[in-house]
């Protein structure tokens, strides 16, 4: 669903990310997942390191998007596009090299 060029809440936004977080939450239940998710993460952040920063602080230390924004020193608009654009090529570097972390979320 595209929201560009038009105002979008928050909230439906952050809608639309639930299955990608449900997916991250999951690997992170299980020790074996978790590494694999953290290897995924470290092949990330050679492509995206503002991007992998922002997920590991969200998913690995439970900070909301506004917190990761005053942290980082950038608006809530920014990191919440870091993350969008991070997911994605996390479900493509998941895709391609830890299909074990795919089946496992499930």
Do not use: C, W
Request: aromatic share 2%.
């Amino acid at each position: 669903t595209s929201t560009r060029g038009r105002r979008v809440p928050v909230e439906a936004i952050d809608e639309l990310t639930v299955m990608e977080d449900n997916a991250i939450l999951a690997a992170l239940d299980n020790a074996s997942t978790r590494a694999e998710l953290e290897t995924a993460l470290d092949r990330l952040a050679q492509e995206q390191p503002v991007g992998a920063r922002v997920l590991r602080m969200h998913y690995f230390s439970g900070l909301a998007l506004d917190e990761i924004a005053r942290a980082l020193g950038r608006s809530h608009g920014t990191v919440r596009n870091d993350a969008s654009k991070a997911r994605t090529r996390l479900a493509a570097i998941i895709q391609k090299h830890h299909p074990g972390l795919r089946d496992a979320a499930g």
